[in-house]
Nanobody, 117 residues
Framework: EQFVESGGTLVQAGGSLRLSCAGS????????MAWYRQAPGKQRELVADITNTGSTNYAESVEGRVTITRDNARVYLQMNSLKPDDTAVYYC??????????????WGQGTQVTVSA
């Protein structure tokens, strides 16, 4: 059981991508969900989160360029005006207040986003 992310690819700066996440064997319809990313040599960071009622929150670095949405089976991340600094492996998982001990059981492989200058 894990989250399965897709949609990452190589894109030029200024381009757009839509990432998708599904839970393999995980029912997450009632919990807050988030997208995270980890760039080479850096710690994993929160990109955006969404409650089960649709309230959203964004990291300052992506505010205005990224939109997180969800339906009963998937979580999406629409990314526009991409910058080289957005290059990272993107993961989805539960968001706070779900404890990290729960999240640690379900990290997936992530999807690589590479933005060329």
């Amino acid at each position: 059981e894990q989250f399965v992310e897709s949609g990452g690819t190589l894109v030029q700066a200024g381009g757009s991508l839509r990432l998708s996440c599904a839970g393999s064997g995980i029912v997450f319809g009632g919990i807050p969900m988030a997208w995270y990313r980890q760039a080479p040599g850096k710690q994993r960071e929160l990109v955006a989160d969404i409650t089960n009622t649709g309230s959203t929150n964004y990291a300052e670095s992506v505010e205005g360029r990224v939109t997180i949405t969800r339906d009963n089976a998937r979580v999406y991340l629409q990314m526009n005006s991409l910058k080289p600094d957005d290059t990272a492996v993107y993961y989805c998982n539960a968001a706070a207040p779900v404890p990290s001990s729960w999240r640690d059981k379900y990290w997936g492989q992530g999807t690589q986003v590479t933005v060329s200058a």
